[in-house]
């Protein structure tokens, strides 16, 4: 099976401006988690989307959205960017059986540059 | 508590020695601590993953110790090689409103001396 794939793989922005960032899950994943990683503030959880409804979300502000299509695939959107959201962002699928925490596979990530 | 603290920061071993990461949690409504392992402009790649109904688990030269009672548990590379050199992440799963969540700890930076 392909792995999780993400694109673009870098995009560098500017301050203001707004970015969506694409993930396609593993075939038959239907759970599409966001995670930003940063050096200073680790792995930290954005949003986990389900059957193109999103079950949970992290403490990131209203500028960092996302959304799943009937397929699965997912983008999230961050409007108004600023310096400090320069992370890379991860997405990571899963088939999750109900009630029941399983392995989540990440892909290789977008590297987002705000100057 | 959501948080997993994880130890040391840095780690650098000698060729052919233990490699050993230490993790700690506070929510009892974990259940399921998997490891990841990245390298330099990679995602996170599945190592190893324990649930809390076992203590130790192993798979080639990776081996998790986990201990329910203290609420750690751990990650030892024997044998470890140069090739092991990366960034090594401790996570910890639990449900919340039907959804997975994986709350990770700090990392690692392993270096391996040839």
């Known amino acids: 099976k392909a792995g999780v794939t993400q694109t673009p793989r870098y995009l560098i922005k500017t301050r203001g401006q707004q970015v969506t960032l694409s993930c396609s899950p593993i075939?038959?994943?239907?759970?599409v988690s966001w995670y930003q990683q940063t050096p200073g503030q680790g792995l930290q959880f954005l949003f986990e989307y389900f059957s193109e409804t999103q079950r949970n979300k992290g403490n990131f502000p209203g500028r960092f959205s996302g959304r799943q299509f009937s397929n699965s695939r997912s983008e999230m959107n961050v409007s108004t960017l600023e310096l400090g959201d320069s992370a890379l962002y991860l997405c990571?699928?899963?088939?999750?059986?109900?009630?029941?925490?399983?392995?989540?596979?990440f892909g290789p990530g977008t590297r987002l540059t705000v100057l | 508590q959501q948080q997993v603290k994880q130890s040391p920061q840095s780690l650098i071993v000698q060729k052919g020695g233990i490699s050993i990461i230490n993790c700690a949690y506070e929510?009892?409504?974990?259940?399921?601590f998997p490891w990841y392992q990245q390298f330099p402009g990679k995602g996170p790649a599945l190592l190893i993953a324990i649930r809390p109904d076992v203590s130790e688990k192993k798979e080639g030269r990776f081996t998790i110790s986990f201990n329910k009672s203290a609420k750690q548990f751990s990650l030892h590379i024997m044998d470890s090689q140069p090739g092991d050199s990366a960034t090594y992440f401790c996570a910890a799963s639990l449900i919340i409103q039907g959804a997975q969540k994986l709350v990770f700890g700090q990392g690692t930076r392993l270096t391996i001396n040839p």
């Open positions: 075939s038959g994943h239907r759970s």
């Open positions: 929510n009892t409504a974990f259940d399921y």
């Open positions: 990571a699928s899963s088939s999750p059986r109900s009630g029941i925490t399983d392995t989540q596979y």
